[in-house]
């Protein structure tokens, strides 16, 4: 081949074959549910966006502090075991002005995500998240930003206990 | 090439109906730093790639792959996923080191079953979505009809297959690690509920969570590491009809077929009389039978008479399941094969504590993938 | 004592289209078919099969792979599935590798298949899944996100502009037109038309994008041995390597592939290749989105950081140049069913390899290539060096 063989198989079928009914099909739709165990790790990092925190993890043997936490260093392979709390502004690591939605919906008006880099944890290490109260052409990487949490009382210990994130307005220092 | 490969390293996790303490992420990390320990090796140094084993509907993730790398000590490192019986994974750290040019290789699976709310759905999507899934049965009913068909075909009682349970769950009594161990009857099997007759539940396997992780090592390394190494002689593995509409009920050629594979790397010729015990899949009683059968541990037909005289008992002829099984243990859904396969090596080593059979020196250990597949791995260890 | 060689004999595919007639198993079957006529094979000569497969949630098929079993020609076989996501295509061929190099089988036969249209209403949707299910999922992100947030990173990083990136798409957009099975071959496509396509989530735009699609592909491989008697022009599998970063992918620079760097070291070093620029006649990098192949030969060692793109602009990439990239036309002409794609970039290298690629034909002989996929959360490189 592929010189050789000139006829390669494999039939297209279009839209209006479906419609026209030229072709049968079976519709099904899944039914699986979960109830994920979160475990030690992301158990506390929950906990903490219950209370406005946001937490990462130290380890002491690469000397850096990771977000999300997680219960061993993937670098070095040790336990990590201390929580240390992080404050909620960072910066956009990397961002996107996106007009479909997971499911390849049109949207008019742009989600932004965003790799937000976490004050407090080591260099480059972020979440992906979505920024919000903002221009989308006014974005830019290295920008600041700060989390706008849920009230309190509607928290859930959920990723989503975080809005999105806006523009930080810092005040210059001199 | 390095012809021989030994397992150097075993850890475990879990092993319990619910495990809500640990992510699968911390099961897995558990069973991992007991390994390495286990071997003696450090994972960010020393192992050269890792093979894990999941299936993306048992995980609720889909390419679940990206999650595996971390807990093992395999970031930015070769790490490959198949999607498999823990034995498929096995087979694949036995090949990587066979070729040459790896001599250290971790090979995990693991089971979150607690964590999937609807599992009999999960299965019913194995099945042809054209042809079978809407008919909107529970698919053990394919079990039900294998079993029924292997009962027709091969003179088998049911009292018969309810002996498999009450050994293996009574086995199960001295295995820390089994959770679902029992001291029934056989009247009792007997006479529990239906779930797709003649199959009763009793003689299904309850889900169990876990996770097993073994380092294997070419035998160079293995000789360095270990003075206690386990060999795999020989691993087949081989996939039947993946249709309903093909099969054959009563029988497990693709079990057959993998155990001629593997006999044959390991120069094993009358398999009841070079091996000592095994490990065989009975995620339905009857199935340990079929699958005994099928191994060529006996003919067809004789695998019940055997259970019955008492030959696999832990001080029979024959040793079989004397961890308890996947009836006494907990079905580990992915991770079976290899739950199997650390008694094998628990009990090659003489580490078995009270259930520890006396001089042995070649186990099996077989698998399935259960339904509706006719896919399993047969393995021959010896120490 | 050495290591086995491994050789790719024969190789058939389907067309790659946006919805097939046929079912998994039915493109898998023509594709075995094809690959096994074209070394004159039949399938009781097969001694194991190896299935690369991309997610069940595109199918909506739990176990995909035993499903698949038959169509795939493993019936009472030796059979097994390996995923590494989108790697898979890429991983499949090395997968058959080691059953052959590891003695147990002499010959093997390795087949990919995706049926993505199977997903209603859009196959996209099933990539919610692949994200953390408690620190991410909530997000309702997008599959397209994730190359956004890559691509916008490194274009910021290097300075590459997107009007030089366009490149990527024309050049192999056009070469898929001279391919029988693409889907997507524009003989005539410009960078304005890739400038003006509609935006999806910026930088990324419809035709930054390779297409959905139905297909399958099959090689046959077979130890030295049994090669040179089923062949006269054996291609051998001369490197393989692979490897996996952390999840944690939003603790990386996403700026760099450096897991395809490791991979691609890897490779290198079992075929012995200590100057890829110059032992590498044609490269075959992943290009499901067009910056992602600037990306993949950066981390192939084939251009330095940031600079894969002047390939393009000197034309160091074209059919006839001095590395020709993605001859075949790539995802982005020739079409993306996930693990296919990957494993036609394979076939693809065979053919060259052995001047059978038709009106595709790179000039000049070609003596060696690299075929590379990548996959997960920005994660996996799989890397395959072919010689004859």
Same mark, same amino acid.
């Given at each position: 081949m592929s010189k050789q063989i000139k006829d390669f198989r494999g039939t297209p079928l279009r839209e209006s074959d479906f419609q026209e009914g030229k072709v049968l099909y079976v519709h099904d739709a899944l039914r699986g549910e979960y109830a994920w165990d979160t475990g030690i790790a992301i158990g506390h990092y929950l906990a903490g966006l219950k209370k406005g925190v946001i937490l990462g993890a130290r380890c002491d043997h690469c000397r850096k502090i990771v977000v999300p936490p997680r219960t061993v260093c993937e670098w070095c392979f040790r336990p990590l075991t201390e929580y240390v709390p992080l404050q909620d502004t960072g910066t956009v690591n990397t961002f996107s002005i996106c007009y479909v939605t997971w499911d390849v919906k049109r949207i008019e008006k742009p989600e932004i995500p965003a790799v937000i880099e976490i004050d407090g944890a080591s260099p480059g290490h972020g979440i992906l998240h979505k920024l919000g109260d903002v221009n989308p052409e006014e974005v830019t990487i290295g920008m600041r930003v700060q989390a706008v949490w849920k009230p309190a009382e509607e928290r859930e210990g959920a990723i989503t206990d975080i809005l999105y994130w806006r523009p930080l307005k810092e005040v210059k220092k001199r | 090439m390095s012809e021989r490969v030994a397992i150097v390293g075993v850890g475990w996790a879990g092993f319990r109906p619910s495990t809500p303490y640990q992510s699968y992420k911390e099961l897995m990390y558990e069973a991992a730093v007991r390994a390495y320990a286990d071997a003696g090796v450090d994972p960010r140094r020393d192992i050269e790639t890792f093979v894990t084993v999941s299936e993306d509907f048992h995980e609720g993730t889909s390419i679940f792959d990206e999650?595996?790398?971390?807990?093992?000590?395999?970031? !930015?490192?070769?790490?490959?996923?198949?999607?498999?019986?823990?034995?498929?994974?096995?087979?694949?750290?036995?090949?990587?080191?066979?070729?040459? %040019?790896?001599?250290?290789?971790?090979?995990?699976?693991?089971?979150?079953?607690?964590?999937?709310?609807?599992?009999?759905?999960?299965? @019913?999507?194995?099945?042809?979505?054209?042809?079978? %899934?809407?008919?909107?049965?529970?698919?053990?009913?394919?079990?039900?009809?294998?079993?029924?068909?292997?009962?027709?075909?091969?003179?088998?009682?049911?009292?018969?297959?309810?002996?498999?349970?009450?050994?293996?769950?009574?086995?199960? =009594?001295?295995?820390?690690?089994?959770?679902?161990?029992?001291?029934?009857?056989?009247?009792?099997? =007997?006479?529990?509920?239906?779930?797709?007759?003649?199959?009763?539940?009793?003689?299904?396997?309850?889900?169990?969570?876990? @996770?097993?992780?073994?380092?294997?090592?070419?035998?160079?390394?293995?000789?360095?590491?270990?003075?206690?190494?386990?060999?795999?002689?020989?691993?087949?593995?081989?996939?039947?009809?993946?249709?309903? $509409?093909?099969?054959?009920?009563?029988?497990?050629?693709?079990?057959?077929? @993998?155990?001629?594979?593997?006999?044959?790397?390991?120069?094993?010729?009358?398999?009841?009389? $070079?091996?000592?015990?095994?490990?065989?899949?009975?995620?339905?009683?009857?199935? $340990?039978?079929?699958?005994?059968?099928? !191994?060529?541990?006996? !003919?067809?037909? $004789?695998?019940?008479?055997?259970?019955e005289q008492g030959a696999t008992e832990p001080d029979g002829e024959f040793p079989v399941n004397v961890s308890g099984g996947s009836l006494g243990v907990g079905h580990l859904l992915d991770g079976t094969g290899l739950a199997r396969a650390l008694e094998v090596v628990l009990q090659l080593r003489g580490e078995a504590g009270p259930r520890q059979l006396e001089d042995v020196e070649v186990g099996l250990v077989q698998s399935w993938r259960g339904v509706p597949t006719t896919s399993g791995v047969v393995a021959v260890l010896s120490n | 004592m050495g290591m086995r060689k491994v050789a790719v004999v024969g190789a058939g595919m389907t067309k790659f289209v946006r919805r097939a007639q046929e079912t998994g198993k039915e493109l898998s079957w023509e594709a075995v078919r094809m690959a096994l006529d074209s070394c004159e094979m039949t399938i009781d000569d097969i001694e194991a099969v190896c299935m690369g497969t991309a997610p069940d949630a595109f199918d909506g098929l739990h176990m995909k792979a035993e499903y698949l079993s038959d169509g795939a020609g493993a019936w009472l076989k030796p059979y097994m599935r390996s995923y590494v996501g989108g790697g898979t295509g890429i991983f499949a061929p090395i997968q058959g590798w080691y059953h052959v190099a590891s003695g147990?089988?002499?010959?093997?036969?390795?087949?990919?298949?995706?049926?993505?249209?199977?997903?209603?209403?859009?196959?996209?949707?099933?990539?919610?899944?692949?994200?953390?299910?408690?620190?991410?999922?909530?997000?309702?992100?997008?599959?397209?996100?994730?190359?956004?947030?890559?691509?916008?990173?490194?274009?910021?990083?290097?300075?590459?502009?997107?009007?030089?990136?366009?490149?990527?798409?024309?050049?192999?957009?056009?070469?898929?037109?001279?391919?029988?099975?693409?889907?997507?071959?524009?003989?005539?496509?410009?960078?304005?038309?890739?400038?003006?396509?509609?935006?999806?989530?910026?930088?990324?735009?419809?035709?930054?994008?390779?297409?959905?699609?139905?297909?399958?592909?099959?090689?046959?491989?077979?130890?030295?041995?049994?090669?040179?008697?089923?062949?006269?022009?054996?291609?051998?599998?001369?490197?393989?390597?692979?490897?996996?970063?952390?999840?944690?992918?939003?603790?990386?620079?996403?700026?760099?592939?450096?897991?395809?760097?490791?991979?691609?070291?890897?490779?290198?070093?079992?075929?012995?290749?200590?100057?890829?620029?110059?032992?590498?006649?044609?490269?075959?990098?992943?290009?499901?989105?067009?910056?992602?192949?600037?990306?993949?030969?950066?981390?192939?060692?084939?251009?330095?950081?940031?600079?894969?793109?002047?390939?393009?602009?000197?034309?160091?990439?074209?059919?006839?140049?001095n590395m020709p990239v993605c001859p075949s036309g790539g995802l982005l002409g020739v079409g993306n069913p996930i693990a296919a794609a990957g494993l036609m970039k394979i076939a693809e290298l065979f053919w060259q390899l052995r001047g059978e690629a038709g009106a595709r034909q790179v000039p000049g002989n070609p003596r060696r290539g690299v075929a590379q996929a990548w996959g997960d959360l920005m994660q996996v490189g799989t890397v395959v060096v072919m010689g004859r």
């Open positions: - | 999650y595996t790398p971390d807990q093992l000590g395999g970031a !930015l490192k070769p790490v490959h996923t198949i999607g498999g019986d823990g034995l498929h994974g096995l087979a694949t750290g036995y090949m990587l080191v066979r070729t040459g %040019r790896f001599s250290l290789v971790t090979v995990e699976a693991h089971s979150k079953a607690s964590n999937i709310l609807t599992l009999p759905y999960i299965t @019913a999507y194995a099945q042809d979505p054209v042809l079978n %899934r809407p008919l909107r049965l529970n698919p053990e009913y394919i079990a039900g009809l294998e079993m029924h068909r292997y009962l027709y075909e091969t003179d088998t009682t049911p009292e018969q297959c309810a002996a498999v349970v009450v050994k293996n769950k009574r086995n199960a =009594l001295l295995n820390p690690l089994a959770s679902f161990a029992a001291d029934l009857t056989l009247d009792e099997v =007997l006479n529990g509920p239906p779930v797709a007759w003649p199959l009763g539940r009793h003689e299904v396997a309850p889900l169990a969570d876990g @996770a097993v992780v073994m380092v294997l090592a070419s035998e160079e390394k293995a000789r360095l590491l270990t003075d206690k190494p386990v060999w795999i002689r020989g691993i087949g593995w081989c996939n039947g009809p993946a249709s309903l $509409e093909s099969r054959d009920w009563a029988d497990a050629p693709h079990i057959r077929e @993998a155990a001629r594979l593997a006999y044959r790397q390991a120069g094993i010729r009358d398999p009841f009389q $070079e091996i000592d015990f095994a490990e065989v899949d009975d995620t339905y009683a009857f199935k $340990e039978l079929q699958h005994l059968e099928a !191994l060529g541990i006996c !003919l067809p037909g $004789e695998a019940g008479l055997l259970t | 147990l089988f002499d010959t093997c036969l390795v087949v990919c298949e995706e049926k993505m249209s199977s997903f209603y209403p859009h196959a996209q949707a099933a990539f919610l899944t692949i994200f953390d299910h408690t620190t991410e999922r909530a997000l309702k992100p997008n599959l397209l996100w994730i190359f956004a947030l890559e691509m916008n990173r490194y274009m910021h990083t290097y300075g590459v502009r997107k009007e030089d990136i366009a490149l990527v798409s024309v050049l192999h957009k056009r070469n898929a037109a001279d391919h029988p099975c693409a889907l997507l071959g524009e003989p005539d496509i410009t960078v304005e038309d890739v400038l003006n396509s509609e935006v999806l989530a910026w930088p990324v735009q419809r035709y930054d994008v390779s297409p959905v699609s139905d297909g399958a592909v099959a090689i046959v491989l077979a130890a030295e041995h049994v090669a040179r008697r089923i062949t006269d022009k054996p291609v051998w599998i001369e490197g393989v390597g692979w490897c996996l970063d952390t999840a944690y992918w939003t603790n990386r620079d996403l700026c760099y592939p450096r897991y395809v760097e490791v991979a691609a070291r890897m490779a290198y070093e079992m075929a012995g290749i200590t100057e890829p620029r110059k032992q590498i006649d044609i490269a075959e990098p992943y290009d499901p989105f067009d910056y992602k192949a600037l990306h993949h030969l950066e981390g192939l060692q084939l251009a330095d950081r940031g600079q894969a793109v002047q390939l393009y602009i000197d034309g160091t990439a074209a059919r006839t140049g």
